[in-house]
């Protein structure tokens, strides 16, 4: 091997890419579960540590014929667990030029290109869903890291506004931070603040209405008994009803709120993972009145936006807190002359693939048009499957679909949910036409529909509620 750079390149890209194909081309009329569960999968997989070099062909070739059988249809048009999406064909093929061209996206030095790529697309993002311009935005793994990076410059500001600068001196012996939220609070948000030294049990929690959002005069009254640093978190699109927070009313509350703290010790964030990209949308754009009006906002692009997953984002409204949590601050890496910004200063990576490409890459293909087309769909496709579930006899959609998240309850004859519904669901989720998955709404069992995938189509639709509704009458004793 003494020409260890006269690799085969095009016979390994070439498997890959007519496996991929394989898998894209048919993934629409596949069963959505995996043929193959987790122990099989390992069984196969868990050889010998090889004692020596395979093919790279070889091995591509070994993993596309294990992944078959394996893979959970995440990309077919009716999969709708959890909130995903799909990826779209222009973001997966960046996808492949980033790992081709093997960018270090953490400064400008050592990818211009990534550099260009972060700032065009942070304007456009801005620009699309109407937040400042002025906005810092920072490009993360997903809605965990956005939300950690956000209410990491939150921390900083709210310390400091108390006169403990927590970046430098760290948490220990400064002013305990309230965070105030609900008991929907997305899971990931008591992680952060685990993550940020706060302390889950610091996340304080208000009353809330039946699209799990905000009471507003709760907040008000919380906020009005509380002392020293605060942070607000609200939610734009809860993972069950995909509520929206008036951030209107919220605003007025923290406004009101400040004008008794000092200044910059109240912070708002909305934890925009489900929902955000609604922003772009005359028809949702009611929903989101008030958004500018917070200090920070996390996404997630791999959910309602269709790109291929690593593509969280992270928007603050005050650069000079964001740059204080996260810039890095090494001279060897000092920022390129002419560069607007060194993207690690922004995000908690340093090294980092050129993840904002795929990004871009879905943003220009789609452009504002296609991006209203995209969210208006799935809310389009999610109110008419509730509208056709809510018909059948024994089935209750349990939210108002405000955005693109159904939940529902199937009852048995004697009326019992507890049991049905999640028989329902196993017996959809095994038939594979489509997939729904679980959840828990006021102490009851439901299932979760998310219309997060671009392509979902009223044919799709359809077949979902005719899945489910055959399934519910075979079990409905
Ligand atoms: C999915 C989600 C997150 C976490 O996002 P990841 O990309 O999975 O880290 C945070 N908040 C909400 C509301 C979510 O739905």
Known sequence: MDRAHEADWATALDVAHAASLDWLEGVADRPIAPANDYRTVLDALMTDLPTGPTDATAVVSGLAAAATDALLAVNSPRFHGWVMGGAMPAGVAAEWMVAAWDQNAGATITSPLAAAIEQVTATWMLELLGLPEGCSVGFVTGGTMANFTCLAAARGAVSRAHGWDVDARGIVGGPAITVVGTQHTHSTVPKVLRLLGIGHDRLVQVAFDDQARIDPAALA?????????????????????????????????????????????????????????????????????????????????????????????????????HHRAMAVGADYLLVHEHADRDPMDWTPELSRRARATSLYATLRCLGRSGVVELVERSHRMAGRCARRLAAIEGIEVCNEVNLNQVMVRCWDRQGDAMAHTPAVLAAVQAAGITFPTHGEWDGLPVMRLSFSHWATDVDDVDRTVGAIAQAHHRLRN
């Open 221 to 321: 009254q919380r906020l009005a008994r509380t002392t020293g640093p605060i942070i607000v978190t609200t939610q734009a699109g809860d993972i069950h009803t995909g509520g929206v927070d008036r951030f209107d009313a919220i605003a007025d509350v923290v406004d009101e709120v400040r004008s008794h703290h000092p200044s910059g010790g109240v912070w708002l964030h909305v934890d925009g993972a489900v929902g955000l990209w609604g922003a772009a949308s005359p028809v949702l754009a009611p929903q989101f009145v008030g958004l500018d009006r917070a200090d920070s906002w996390s996404t997630d692009a791999h959910k309602w936006l269709s790109t291929p997953y690593d593509s969280g984002v992270a928007i603050v409204a005050h650069p000079s807190n």
